[in-house]
């Protein structure tokens, strides 16, 4: 094994510290608005759109405020906040919208498990949101938080990204269903693109299990153990956060809220189908994993099994040429068969008779 | 393992395609009524069969019209659309029967999983619909969608095929039970050939299963190995897709509609029965294979024990002979056995001696 | 492995069989009442038991219509009908009785699964009935069908059998509780019969398998394991066939019912609780057999890595004394060693030191 | 394995025999009061124990019907029944506490599985009772019924036995809180003592258990894996055991019953708590079993691992040597490093410096 | 293995010991305030905090008296007692507050299974409390009771800790959110920091599983194995005691009782998702595990594998050299070959061909 391995080792390594505790934090209060996680980019980013089935603004803003006189309004506003790290901006979002201190420590907390909270004023929802580069291969996990009121919903990322402009373009062209939902539409359409993400990334990796089964069949390097052995983890990984996401998305599915309108269900039905689909997606991945370490140890063994077969037939055949030889260097002063003339061609004779009846034997047991 | 092997593990793999995600896809509308399936036939195939206890009709027909004039008829009629790629087909059939967009794009979707809908005007339902050719086995999936309304049930199929025939055929014949049932027996009739068909197929899988048991007796080559992971994988096939069949059906059953009458759903419930029974085979299955994989196993290890243990005895038993002939083979000026006239005798008489204890000593310890 | 094991494979395969299609038997009817099973008697043999408290009459009949008007006495009529092939029987029950056709389509399909389903004017039960023979072993499979109304209990078997002889003798016996209870206890005292042939049958293979531990202790052949495996498929077999009869009568007992009395669900528990039982006992041998299987690998590898072991030391001791014979069989005009005169007993003695002092460091080592 | 060995085996065998059934036991009325277990004692044995808050009573008695006189009185009394074979102290009981038929033939079941039933006057409990004797080592089980009245505890043991002295002596010492309890309290008290019982079962095995871990490390000799197995089996002959009694207390914990007070529902509550802690201990011990055995195999694979490897590079290390001797013993009549003087020399020299070649290379390597 | 190993195990054995019984203990009243455990501290240590909005007080205290005081006082107090062994502490305790006999019983009782349990005029939750101590990597395990009423939480440790010393803090600190809360707050937050620590632990313990990987790839000693086992162990502990926790968090989220108020609901929910992620953290590092033992298998049998087959290959090769020079070592009168001048680099010539062809081969069969 080599540095590469390490490397895949020490990266899917980091996929599996999605809940440790610093010895620092224990014992937190936990309405505490402090930032918990990696700060991952600069300076807050703050995007709005606001629509209804005929208006539509988009904009990039410096201040909360600009947002907070959305809030009575009848359109919906979408509030979209990359990076959570600002303290002063999440507690003016928290004062704003007078959300209770608590809705806004679990934002910050992106250590946390996909949930659905119900407050008095809002739906708090929470999921992680996985990406794959597609140069690196790598995969990015994201805590995406996701809080609905009445008429505004606002969405927090770790990290500046594009990953929702697909709504913002359905968004942007009137004629699009999302133009006459509410704030719970809006909320099952991002969601629907991190459940699509999932299925993306389980069917990307799966691809490339299917192609090893071939690597498998044609040429089983040792490197191919590693492999398998990343795809599990990779795999596992993804479980890990898919399983939590369905729990969520089955909570929210049943949940009974003024916020969240009788047609919407459907689409959050929908929505834990396909998550669903992507948890079976995975269990067959699985199952193929395992069939493939299986399959890679029968074939290693097999091939072993042969070596050690060949080669030890055909030491047992020189044994008795050899003490055959051996009987005639002895040194007695009498050994008829030396003195005879033809004695050494015989010895020649027997021994092939010898070799080629052991020969036969084995091929008639089937060893060979 | 051979060209053919890499065949079957090509075939097997497009079995387990069924829940992948294009990039492009990710962020689409839940109502766009796109076909985001592989087309499978030229031309969409139309055909209506409309019957109540004394008549029966049945057509091809050209026009989605000429449906929708039978919609407030108190007749039952079944309306069969194979070929879901032509969009205004599908558009026609949204806005004639006022369906939501929602309904047919989800009929359009043919990745999805298997479902139960009810919305305000109709219930969908989606199945994976197997079928087996016979000649070259290959199992086909393909996407059932039905549209259960007061009087119309709608069948989408993707390709053209003749598997509900028999029904058509208990229709056109007067005496049967289907003539006076309504749109929710029809439903039951068409999912019983979808369950009936699962059971034939495992039970195909199963005998070619209990077949490979005979053959791994008498002869278990190498090949066999593969015919076991390729029939798992088959068998994890079938069970991937009853599966969440199951679940389906199990909702229909305890479904309360207005569209289903209370007499059905004694037939729902059998339904349930039948595809509870191919679950139960599946796994009776599963279980012999993994036997079938430990005997093959214990099969070719004790064979090769028995190998190894008799060439090892086989050159155990040289070992003193070869190392007697070389004691004399030594060139001492003084060996007084060397001199000895009948030494060469006595030599080979030690040997034999030698010999038959060691095979005798073995004997008795049971390593023969 | 020889013949023997293939038909005892054979044997066992055709257990397995339990949920077959024929490709022609796809979508059929389900109110279709034609013989779906395999025929297993020539006529078809009618029985009527006739009791209450005080009276009782036993009889074989000839005509469905001898039983028909018992149908509104008060007294409980057993209709024991062996043999289903018969189709002009079963339809003229069938109309007597005014049964939903379904009941008895349902009675034909020998392969179905055990289940509960009430109509308006019956309960159908359906159950598999083990039998043992007591002279081959062999376990035969039988499905019990049994009607239950108000008054008359009709019990469909495929071949006439004398299992339910107990039960017979008991009504014939006026003391016994039987004579006091209506269908619904006689219906328990038949489910009684058919679970106690489960305990008794896993109970006699238990024996089997508990008389297997000491072969695999005394004399592990190579038979044994073929014989763990066919236990093990029986066990399997026998499981297949439990779990399903147990949710059924998980059903019954729970099932609320005019034709059930109150006092008869404190039976159909003690019912369930018997059949958790055989399910208990049946989890026990599995496991048995399943250490049995590790024992045997165990026993088997730990002998055959002590051969090696033996074998492989018993070379390794002769192989420095063999160079050392073949040191001095050089042909070199100097080795000073072979002029002198005791060279030849000197190599002796080296021998016999070098191998002593081998066999005292491997016994050091504890490899002897 | 040894004679040893079969004991053990034997002993645990009896431990699977709970669940049998005789041929000719099939179809017995569920009411025949008639004993169908093993008779453990000769005379059948009754003791009473009488009290309330302040007096008590403690008598051998003789007859059935000293205990009839207390039936309507308000103190408790406890009526403990060792021996179930005497038919006619049963009947007696029957007739005299006016108990359904079927509660009697029930405690005469000793082989029945641990449940919890109520009838019109009583509650009948009945549990597996695992004692082990100190010196033996043994686990002998026994079936406790218990039947529960207003005001009358009758408890059926199979043999005479002092497991209960403790609950005597805290009705003997007048503080104690089971002078004021009813029924309900001294059934919990009862239960207490024998769910005590399979944690100090368990306890016990469990320390046996990890003093195998250091005989398993300091000295695994081949004796080890059957004592694994036979404790695992006995673990799994516990578990067999508490799994049905843990849902005996659940139900019981559950009984909504006249005859159960509010107060006393903490109490099962309790009893489920420490049952389940005896079902967790027995999982830990499970998987440490289980630990153990791969340690065992892992142990035992590497030392002989360690010894062919040894063996192997050693008789490596000779080949060449005796070659190279092989080589100068040929009888060519021109070999010229045969007519050398110092031939023999260089040659000792070569094979010094390859054999110590090959040590380095196979030390470089690792192999050593 | 050594006596590091020894010690290890012997740790881990203790791990698993908290299910034990003494014989003695069988059959005592639960409501015997005596104590169960290990007594881990001289003298019982109380301290008192007590506060609401505007005021706060922390006093460590000498009588159970000083506290009774704050009983009926609107403000809340928290009673932490330090150890468990004055009877006489815990029966004032019993009498001042007028608790159930079987609370402080249960409190004793330090073996006992996480539970919460409602009485009549408070609510008792108990938890086991988990602890690294940092230097020597020890994992303690202490029994945490906690009795809530109405504004006095008792808090029962068994030795003396700093570990809720953030509570404190919080509380000493006016602004935090724990002053204006009642009992129910506190208790929160006292459960989550022994949640928090189960996270910790599992954290510090899953960072060197991941640390081991490192060492598994570069140099796979036999050392290692043990450690994976010592995890394993580690880990089956920690999960042993969290899951009955997790249970008793999901009861405590779900109770309805006057003492709880509504708002804190949501902080009781958010503690049952953080014990899930421990579960599930847990749940990662054992497939980890179960995987670094797979692959530490794989690489030994992979490197013995390869050993054997280079020293079978080379033993192989001078099998039919050594043939040869036997050959020629031959006595016989008549060998031809041996008068010739040239024979003797013949034989070289050959020997050598034949090697190179015998390697040729094996790389060409890819055995090299």
Chains 1, 2, 3, 4, 5 share one sequence.
């Not at 991952?40 to 909360?64: G, H, P, Q, S």
């Not at 990290?159 to 006459?180: A, L, Y």
Request: with cysteine; hydrophobic share 40%; proline share 2%.
């Amino acid at each position: 094994m080599n540095l590469k391995t390490i490397d895949i080792l020490a990266a899917s390594r980091k996929l599996t510290a999605f809940a440790k505790k610093r010895k620092e934090d224990i014992g937190l209060s936990p309405d505490d608005i402090s930032f918990r996680g990696e700060r991952k980019m600069d300076t807050v980013y703050l995007r709005m759109v606001d629509y209804d089935a005929n208006d539509f603004k988009e904009e990039i803003i410096e201040k909360v405020a600009s947002v907070l006189i959305h809030q009575n309004n009848p359109t919906v506003t979408w509030f979209n906040i990359d990076g959570l790290h600002d303290t002063q901006v999440i507690e003016e979002i928290a004062t704003g919208f007078d959300f209770d201190k608590l809705v806004l420590a679990d934002v910050m907390d992106t250590h946390s498990r996909p949930k659905v909270r119900e407050f008095s004023n809002c739906i708090l929802l929470s999921i992680k949101m996985l990406q794959q580069d597609e140069e690196s291969g790598r995969i990015s996990v994201e805590n995406l938080s996701l809080i609905m009121t009445e008429s505004v919903l606002l969405s927090f990322q770790e990290k500046r990204g594009d990953v929702f402009e697909p709504v913002r373009e359905r968004i942007r062209s009137q004629k699009k269903r999302i133009r006459n939902g509410g704030t719970d539409y809006l909320t099952f359409a991002l969601l629907d693109i991190v459940v699509d993400n999932y299925i993306y990334i389980i069917g990307v990796l799966g691809e490339k299990i299917e192609t090893l089964e071939e690597t498998l069949l044609v040429n089983p390097g040792k490197g191919i153990v590693d492999e398998i052995y990343t795809y599990k983890r990779k795999l596992n990984f993804l479980r890990k956060n898919i399983t939590p996401a369905k729990e969520m998305i089955l909570s929210l599915s049943k949940l009974e809220s003024e916020l969240i309108d009788e047609s919407s269900h459907v689409h959050f039905k929908e929505l834990l189908d396909n998550i669903q689909q992507a948890n079976d997606s995975s269990d067959t991945y699985r199952d193929i994993l395992s069939d493939q370490l299986n399959i890679y140890h029968t074939t290693i063994s097999t091939k072993l099994n042969d070596i050690m077969k060949f080669l030890t037939i055909f030491s047992v055949i020189f044994i008795p040429l050899t003490f055959i030889a051996g009987i005639y260097g002895t040194n007695f002063d009498v050994v008829p068969e030396l003195k005879y003339e033809y004695s050494y061609f015989i010895m020649w004779g027997v021994m092939i008779v010898v070799a080629i009846g052991m020969l036969l034997y084995f091929k008639k047991r089937k060893w060979l």
